[in-house]
């Protein structure tokens, strides 16, 4: 597979072309971003942690049915994933309340939601992604309505899937957000899933071992991450 020019360059990874039109090479960066970009560091070995958990638990979610757009590891901080057209849509799931819905509703932070919530967002940095909901979606074109049901379906599936993982290796599983594509014509998860992208707690201490450890100045930020990955039985090496 021959690594070709860079398509895209994000806040902490960078998409690369490559000889087969239908798959593209994942860069996972060290760069660590919050608050619309407003705070950036370099955090050595994040881009390799997060590489392997995606992989990690892209593989799990394989296994248990759930089409996404991860091949195979390529590097400690590369992989080879299929091309997607991306729906600028993100699907967060919340089981307790933590971040955005705390501020919105007033919410006492870890208040367990019962049926989880589901909740949509415009992926549009320069708006701030916006709350929106499933009439926007469609009404805007983002996505059919069809499509839109199958990825809640999808969405809710990956969360019972990786609450029970989670669940398993001492960690409450509070929100996440995930995004879709299509390949031929199919709804595929992308992007990645890693502590970037979830709030994690130890289920005894409530200790966050997610990137609000970033966010609000906790500290051992690329030290938490190992330890959920090592919890899971994820190789780092």
């Not at 690369?16 to 705070?39: H, M, Q, V, W, Y």
């Not at 049926?115 to 967002?121: N, S």
């Amino acid at each position: 597979m021959e690594k070709r020019a860079e398509l895209y360059r994000g806040k902490a990874k960078s998409v690369f072309t490559t000889d087969d039109p239908d798959r593209l090479i994942l860069l996972f960066r060290n760069d660590t971003s919050a608050f619309d970009g407003k705070k950036i560091e370099q955090l050595d070995r994040k881009g390799m942690v997060n590489n392997r958990f995606n992989a990690f638990i892209m593989q799990t979610l394989q296994a248990a049915g759930v089409p996404t757009q991860f091949d195979t590891l390529l590097s400690d901080t590369e992989c080879l994933v299929k091309k997607l057209d991306m729906i600028p849509v993100e699907c967060v799931v919340r089981n307790y309340a933590a971040g955005s819905l705390v501020k919105r509703l007033g919410i006492e932070e870890g208040t367990a939601l019962a049926p989880p919530t589901f909740e949509l967002f415009l992926k549009d940095d320069a708006k701030g992604d916006p709350f929106i909901n499933a009439s926007h979606v469609v009404t805007f074109g983002w996505a059919t309505a069809d499509q839109l049901a199958r990825m809640q379906a999808l969405t809710l599936q990956v969360n019972d899937i990786l609450r029970a993982l989670f669940d398993q290796a001492g960690l409450m599983l509070v929100d996440f957000k995930l995004e879709f594509g299509l390949f031929k014509g199919e709804i595929v998860l992308g992007d990645e899933f890693s502590p970037d992208g979830c709030r994690l707690w130890d289920k005894d201490t409530k200790k966050k071992m997610d990137k609000d450890r970033f966010r609000q100045g906790l500290g051992g930020v690329i030290e938490a991450y190992e330890e959920v990955a090592q919890r899971l039985g994820v190789p780092l090496s």
